[in-house]
């Protein structure tokens, strides 16, 4: 069974940005026969400054991805930070997910989960694998069909994450589907003086170790330039790179 991808910038910062990713991704996906699903934020809701640049909003952006779905026929995932984005963003989603540190919110794991989507939790910095049979339940109980867990890392210290691989097969035992967020993991919050910085030279070695770990799915963000990203440059990847990196989790 193939892995299942995740792929995309990690905010809607131009029509012109999401077409050239998402053209990219349907070469990959014809050449390899796989899905990859095609990820951006609406709105990055949880930046380090308050002058962080956050994305065009929930009406215009869920319009630019679905503009995306219909001309690319590609399967879409976003990110909601509010109960009340849940039900706008299953009309054109087909993967809703919740971020990290808003992984215990009880009502906005409900709201995803009456969409009838799959549901993509995202393990918080501050729990273990295990503790994620909780967020699980909640989503589980109020209706979802289908929930993944994506692994992103733990804070260790102050501005640095540090991956425990053991997470995975733990979750594995709590669902089918287990992503590794093979880019955030390499994160250093906060450490960019009033931005996230990261390491992007580890995401190959992110997802690989993943890999022998039993993770079921692999979850990128790619720019054509991070380093003129307007978020998370750092960390994503070159989508130059993608291509080279799936088919070594592939083969």
């Excluded at 509010?82 to 919740?98: N, R």
């Excluded at 992984?103 to 939790?121: E, F």
């Excluded at 990203?229 to 990847?237: Q, Y």
């Amino acid at each position: 069974m193939k892995p299942i991808f995740i792929a995309g910038p990690c905010v809607i910062e131009s029509a012109e940005l999401l077409d050239a990713v998402a053209r990219e991704i349907k070469h990959i996906n014809s050449v390899h026969d796989i899905d990859i699903i095609f990820k951006s934020s609406f709105d990055k809701a949880n930046r380090t400054s308050i002058n962080s640049y956050r994305g065009p909003g929930l009406k215009k952006g869920l319009q630019m991805l679905g503009d995306i779905k219909e001309k690319y026929g590609l399967r879409i995932l976003t990110d909601i930070h509010e109960s009340y984005q849940a039900e706008a963003a299953g009309e054109v989603c087909d993967v809703l997910q919740i971020p990290a540190f808003l992984c215990r919110q009880t009502d906005l794991l409900i709201a995803a989960a009456k969409t009838g989507k799959t549901v993509n939790i995202k393990k918080a910095q501050f729990l273990s694998g295990q503790d994620m049979r909780f967020p699980v339940e909640k989503a589980k109980e109020a209706g979802a069909k289908k929930v993944w867990l994506t692994e992103r890392g733990n804070s260790f210290g102050y501005n640095n994450l540090v991956v425990d691989f053991r997470n995975i097969p733990d979750m594995l035992e709590i669902v089918e589907t287990v992503i590794m967020d093979c880019t955030h993991s390499v994160q250093r919050p906060g450490a960019g003086g009033g931005k996230t910085s990261g390491d992007r030279r580890f995401v190959p070695h992110m997802a690989l170790a993943a890999k022998a770990f039993g993770a079921t799915g692999y979850f990128f963000e790619v720019h054509p330039d991070p380093e003129k990203g307007l978020s998370d440059g750092p960390n994503m990847l070159y989508l130059k790179d993608l291509e080279h990196i799936v088919k070594q989790l592939i083969d």
